[in-house]
């Protein structure tokens, strides 16, 4: 499976953008698929996650009620919407998908896509 990660970009703070993950490959309806990101000088985090149906997700707690995750499996494609963006948003995101669970996508990621810049402006 190949990713490729797109829509980031400047934002200021309490607005939205929405990122969007391509993917390729016959298989990628049987992956969990999810979000990720790298601020500045620290380690890359997880944001969300989404089974391989669409209908469960799971995100970290500083991103609940504001980001929400999605894909569309004919389209192949995985979204993250992001709304009431804040400064500390500020990352590298980037897309990944697993052949695991929701919850423990972090420690299971199969294929990774490159990140997409997202800065958000106080």
């Known amino acids: 499976v190949q990713l490729q990660a797109s829509g980031g970009g400047l934002v200021q703070a309490g607005g939205s953008l929405r990122l969007s993950c391509a993917a390729s490959?016959?298989?990628?309806?049987?992956?969990?698929a999810g979000w990720f990101r790298q601020a500045p000088g620290k380690e890359r985090e997880f944001v969300a996650s989404?089974?391989?149906?669409?209908?469960?997700?799971s995100a970290t707690d500083s991103v609940k009620g504001r980001f929400t995750i999605s894909r569309d499996n004919a389209k192949k494609m995985v979204y993250l919407q992001m709304n009431s963006l804040k400064p500390e948003d500020t990352a590298v995101y980037y897309c990944?998908?697993?052949?695991?669970?929701?919850?423990?996508?972090?420690?299971?990621?199969?294929?990774w896509g490159k990140g997409t810049l997202v800065t958000v402006s106080s």
């Open positions: 490959g016959r298989t990628f309806n049987n992956y969990v």
């Open positions: 989404i089974s391989e149906s669409g209908r469960v997700t």
């Open positions: 990944a998908v697993a052949q695991g669970t929701i919850a423990t996508i972090q420690n299971s990621v199969n294929y």
